[in-house]
């Protein structure tokens, strides 16, 4: 695991723009991660230009500090190339590492900066210890995973030796992160694109009428108080939410979490004031204590925005200058007939050189002493070095005038910066080349029918209407034997139990299972464990560009479905070795959550299994034993008179769970003739799109 020298875990900053770059460092982050001006998921943070990107790296290596360029969003097959440019470029800027989030990503990546260190944003759903094993194999170095997860199963991810970046503070998603659709399916702005509209802070009532609650809004997480905790299981880095906000908010931020890990400081004045200026009704820490619930959920008050009025104006005074934080040691030297010399020593011997002045004069009045050489060397003014030592060897009767020491003593600090720059500042390999464009056999086939069903009755009735059927677990061990050569196993959306799964998985291939389903980068974790099998990659996989399919590929994926999110021709664009699904019925999961907004509200006992937004709309709440639950959207996406459309797609996904055999039967019958939805129903972003 790769740590700072003393041991300590990286504090990681966010910075949105130049002046939170400034706060960070000067509260003492040891790291901060930026967005450019594309491919950011927080694309309405001011972010970065090529220059200031440049700019953020040069401050933050010589105050060493490390800067990390996050790219984590889903890349279109029309954004590749600017993607494999916007990398090199990065590198020439001088990032210390790039935090992905698409599959594809990876490989254009790689390829255009084989050296360069990648980071497996929290949008990839990491959240098992098999799951950051795999991360290695695709040539992840460090992961952020899930922040749904509990104590122990970090400690179990950091055991694993895989370098994890947790956060500790800040704003906390409704859904695992990668797997929320919501704000793309109700406005069209990918929360996988960086355009999320936080729908989830919008009224949603769990009581079955017109919202008049935050059933989805959940407080923002701190760990602050658990710091210790975290070191001690090895963490590599605590970071901290919130591009999007103001330098003063990082600026306590970043205090509150120094303090902690150095183990000095007042925790609850910090968390006073870190409350003070921003929260909604206060922080939560019940996803790292397993204390799911009410407790959890909290909204921004007209009480939280007015206390934030009356703490920013003073927290500016905590960056306003430069903290002196590097030592600074001086041997100066001034000998008749001879140049003067001028040794420095920056960072305790981390920056050494040496300067030649004027040779000096003969006094006329009054020889240069001690006092007047550390007087003019002590001026180091609005820098981070502070005066530790001055050593002076002086010939008697000789003198120089202040102006040239200063001189010597403003060259000495610039060769300084300039040297602890270079070594701070890493070196890449940058590709010369083009970025590889993908070439793949155009694919007209007659599309076949796969159908995702909860109930055995269902599967019967269809058994000649489709040509696979996605399975649940728990379904799977009702199949009859005839059935199993056309089952795709379907694995739990989050994995709270990755032991559990895995031994179900490994009897499920003893009784003959060959197909299973990935939905996600952390059942790769768990499907590697099995041998002989085929895999088939779900829509939770977010493949949105041919890199992605080619990535699968590598890992050996039979087929994949497309992402929803993409337009219809996009999906007919992508260029594949293997066979491309649509999701072509059925209601678009919106949400995977840990924390049930239903049970939350009402309890198990009395769930109303839906959600009701301010229109009235109700969304569907489907519960996995308790350990998960998935929203789903309001209405059935139905393309059945538009399927012929699509004609890069290999299969169609109907997700037929909560459908009667008849009602299954009836939907399959409509998208063999081509015949016209019934009822509501949308189209999804298939023709709409999404920014």
């Known amino acids: 695991m790769i740590m700072k020298e003393n041991n300590k875990p990286e504090v990681l900053a966010p910075a949105g723009g130049t002046e939170s770059i400034y706060a960070a460092v000067r509260c003492g982050a040891d790291g901060i991660y930026v967005g450019g001006k594309s491919f950011s998921a927080r694309a309405n943070a001011v972010n970065f230009s090529y220059d200031e990107l440049k700019a953020a790296a040069e401050y933050c290596h010589i105050h060493g500090v490390k800067l990390y360029r996050a790219m984590n969003v889903a890349v279109l097959d029309s954004e590749a190339e600017e993607f494999y440019d916007e990398v090199k470029r990065s590198a020439e800027a001088g990032i210390d590492g790039l935090i992905v989030q698409d599959p594809g990503g990876l490989l254009i990546a790689r390829a255009a900066v084989p050296d360069m260190p990648l980071h497996g944003s929290t949008q990839m759903t990491f959240h098992t210890p098999l799951g950051a094993e795999f991360a290695k194999k695709l040539g992840i170095c460090r992961i952020v995973p899930a922040r749904e997860l509990t104590l122990d199963e970090i400690r179990k991810i950091c055991e694993t030796g895989m370098e994890t970046e947790v956060f500790v503070h800040g704003a906390q998603c409704m859904c695992l992160s990668g797997q929320c659709y919501m704000s793309a399916v109700i406005g069209s702005r990918s929360a996988n694109r960086g355009q999320c509209a936080q729908a989830c802070r919008l009224p949603f009532s769990a009581v079955g009428k017109p919202a008049e609650e935050y059933a989805l809004s959940l407080k923002d997480m701190s760990l602050v108080r658990h710091v210790g905790e975290l070191c001690d299981i090895g963490c590599a880095s605590f970071k901290i939410e919130g591009r999007m906000k103001r330098p003063e908010y990082v600026a306590a931020a970043v205090t509150a979490l120094r303090n902690a890990v150095d183990g000095t400081g007042d925790t609850d004045a910090d968390m006073k004031r870190l409350e003070a200026v921003f929260s909604r009704s206060g922080f939560t820490d019940g996803y790292l204590m397993n204390r799911r619930g009410a407790d959890m959920f909290g909204y921004r008050r007209k009480e939280d925005v007015v206390s934030a009025d009356g703490v920013l104006s003073g927290l500016a005074a905590l960056y306003a200058k430069e903290k002196k934080t590097s030592a600074a040691d001086f041997v100066f030297t001034a000998r008749r007939n001879e140049p003067s010399v001028l040794e420095f020593s920056f960072d305790n011997g981390n920056a050494v050189g040496k ?114 059927f996605v399975v649940p677990i728990k379904l799977c061990e009702e199949l009859e034997e005839r059935y199993i050569d056309k089952a795709i196993v379907r694995l739990p959306d989050f994995v709270s139990d990755e032991e559990r799964l895995l031994s179900q998985l490994k009897m499920l291939r003893e009784k003959g299972f060959v197909h299973f389903m990935c939905g996600n980068l952390t059942h790769m974790g768990v499907l590697s464990q099995l041998e002989g099998i085929k895999l088939h990659g779900g829509t939770g996989m977010n493949i949105t560009n041919s890199y992605s399919v080619k990535q699968c590929e590598n890992m050996g994926f039979a087929d994949i479905t497309a992402s929803f999110e993409l337009k219809e021709a996009q999906i007919n664009g992508l260029k594949s070795n293997i066979p491309v699904g649509v999701f072509a019925y059925g209601r678009l999961p919106l949400m995977v959550v840990r924390n049930c907004p239903v049970r939350a509200v009402t309890g198990c006992g009395k769930c109303t299994g839906c959600l009701t937004d301010r229109t009235g709309r109700s969304f569907p709440v489907k519960c996995d034993n308790r350990e998960y639950s998935v929203i789903y959207n309001s209405d059935i996406l139905d393309i059945s008179d538009k399927l012929e459309g699509f004609s890069g797609a290999d299969f169609a996904y109907l997700d037929m769970q909560g459908l009667s055999a008849d009602e299954a039967l009836g939907v399959t019958k409509r998208f063999f003739t081509g015949g016209k939805p019934h009822g509501t129903f949308t189209r999804g972003l298939y023709y709409r799109g999404i920014y």
């Open 355 to 468: 300067i030649e002045g004027k040779i000096p004069e003969e006094a006329k009045n009054r020889s240069l002493s001690e006092e007047d050489v550390t007087k003019q060397f002590s001026k180091l003014g609005d820098t981070r070095f502070y005066l530790n030592s001055v050593e002076c060897h002086i010939d008697e009767g000789v003198m120089l005038p202040a102006s040239e020491l200063n001189r010597m003593r403003r060259e000495a600090v610039s060769m300084g910066d300039e040297a602890i720059l270079r070594k701070n500042t890493p070196v890449y390999h940058i590709s010369e080349n083009e970025l590889e464009k993908i070439n793949a056999p155009k694919r007209f086939g007659r599309i076949d029918f796969r159908a995702l069903v909860s109930d055995i009755s269902v599967l019967r009735t269809l058994e000649g209407s489709v040509s696979m």
